[in-house]
């Protein structure tokens, strides 16, 4: 889908502010609230905007520990990678995972309540999946940066 101007101003507030209101988003990129509803509407069945959510500050949820966790798997194992990623579905703690290049196979970030909670996932569930060769966590000290938010320069063709 090729975003024009407006789209990408429909884009960068509804990031800031998922929940204005419609007849407010229009006000703010100029647009009738009709035409900037079915933009709306557009960018949704394209997938653009692939769902709305609230972000949820965890500390204060009490999930004290946040980690980043590579893994990597033994390739003698049949079906290693299927059973992986079926089994991390499985883990609540485990909040994003991704496939990476590099010496691991993954990179997990998992949030957990606190040491405790994290050694008991990573010593009874993470090292007892069925082809997991090695484990290497780096606990979060302090967040610099963390955003959802795409800044609209990227989106930008030619950006």
């Known amino acids: 889908m090729q975003l024009d101007p407006t789209d990408l101003k429909i884009l960068q ?19 009738s609230p009709s035409s900037c509803l079915r933009r709306v509407r557009l960018l949704e069945e394209a997938g653009v905007i692939h769902h709305y959510c609230a972000v949820v ?8 520990v946040d980690a980043f966790v590579q893994v990597t798997m033994r390739r003698d194992v049949e079906q290693w990678h299927e059973n992986f990623s079926k089994a991390l579905l499985q883990w609540p703690e485990v909040i994003g995972s ?6 691991a196979n993954y990179l997990l970030r998992v949030r957990a309540r606190n040491l405790k909670h994290y050694s008991s996932f990573v010593l009874e569930r993470l ?5 997991v060769l090695d ?14 938010q795409i800044d609209v ?7």
């Open 13 to 31: 507030q509804l990031q800031e502010n998922g929940r204005v209101s419609n007849q407010d988003l229009a006000d703010n990129v100029f647009l």
């Open 98 to 103: 991704y496939i990476i290049t590099g010496d």
């Open 127 to 131: 090292y007892k999946t069925t082809g």
């Open 135 to 148: 484990i290497r966590s780096n606990i979060v000290l302090q967040t610099l940066k963390d955003t959802h």
């Open 57 to 64: 500050d965890a500390t204060k949820v009490g999930l004290e």
């Open 153 to 159: 320069a990227l989106m930008k063709e030619g950006a």
